[in-house]
Antibody, heavy 126, light 111 residues
Framework: QVQLVESGGGLVKPGGSLRLSCAAS????????MRWIRQAPGKGLEWVSD????????NYADSVKGRFTISRDNAKNSLYLQMNSLRVEDTALYFC???????????????????WGQGTAVIVSS | VMTQSPDSLAVSLGERATINCKSS????????????VAWYQQRPGQPPKLLIY???TRDSGVPDRFSGSGSGTDFTLTINSLQPEDVADYYC?????????FGKGNKLEIK
């Protein structure tokens, strides 16, 4: 079945780094935009970053620009998020999400997200 | 910006729940005449689940007691005949502009 499994979260001190991974299965990974969404404890959903199917278009939230780097390996059906210079306010559950529609059926970059991973927790604390 | 209301609501089992979402700008794309709005349900301890996309299309497997309506800037999620498993947070999302944005969520409880 269609599945996303995140890993790589953990406890890190402010200024530290983490690399999140998302393993995809059950669909043609290389046909889809992929995104990272985060949710701080007790808070709502916040878009973090996204990457086009061929990695040619990448976007970041202003809050993470210059510190986070999104990438993907279509041969390995995997999505990544390199997180540097972590701040306390980056503490959250990070979800990997799949677009509802493949890139060749889209008229706009955005989409609804039909598959979510269970999330990986990032805690930034001294 | 997506503004959801009310912040929380309590509804009796079997009754109807209505959640509203207002966008700061129109999310209707003229090229396909579709409103780029989705609704998600997030049960405690679970990731969000897609309920509705294109403002009114139910995702696969979503019970027909869930319905979405609205156009332009004003949207509504309606849950008919509330069930115990509907206790959750509900979020609207616009995906017309980049970046996408979510409403702050509504907490639905049983009265």
């Amino acid at each position: 079945q269609v599945q996303l499994v995140e890993s790589g979260g953990g406890l890190v001190k402010p200024g530290g780094s983490l690399r999140l991974s998302c393993a995809a299965s059950g669909f043609t990974f290389s046909d889809y935009y992929m995104r990272w969404i985060r949710q701080a404890p007790g808070k709502g959903l916040e878009w973090v970053s996204d990457i086009s199917a061929s990695s040619t278009n990448i976007n970041y939230a202003d809050s993470v620009k210059g510190r986070f780097t999104i990438s993907r390996d279509n041969a390995k059906n995997s999505l990544y998020l390199q997180m540097n210079s972590l701040r306390v306010e980056d503490t959250a559950l990070y979800f990997c999400v799949k677009d509802k529609n493949p890139y060749f059926q889209k008229l706009v970059i955005g989409d609804a997200f039909d598959i979510w991973g269970q999330g990986t927790a990032v805690i930034v604390s001294s | 910006v997506m503004t959801q209301s009310p912040d929380s609501l309590a509804v009796s089992l079997g009754e109807r729940a209505t959640i509203n979402c207002k966008s700061s700008q129109s999310v209707l794309y003229r090229s396909n005449n579709k409103n780029h709005v989705a609704w998600y349900q997030q049960r405690p301890g679970q990731p969000p689940k897609l309920l509705i996309y294109w403002a009114s299309t139910r995702d696969s497997g979503v019970p027909d007691r869930f319905s979405g309506s609205g156009s332009g800037t004003d949207f509504t999620l309606t849950i008919n005949s509330l069930q115990p498993e509907d206790v959750a947070d509900y979020y609207c999302q616009q995906y017309y502009t980049t970046p996408c944005s979510f409403g702050k969520g509504n907490k639905l409880e049983i009265k």
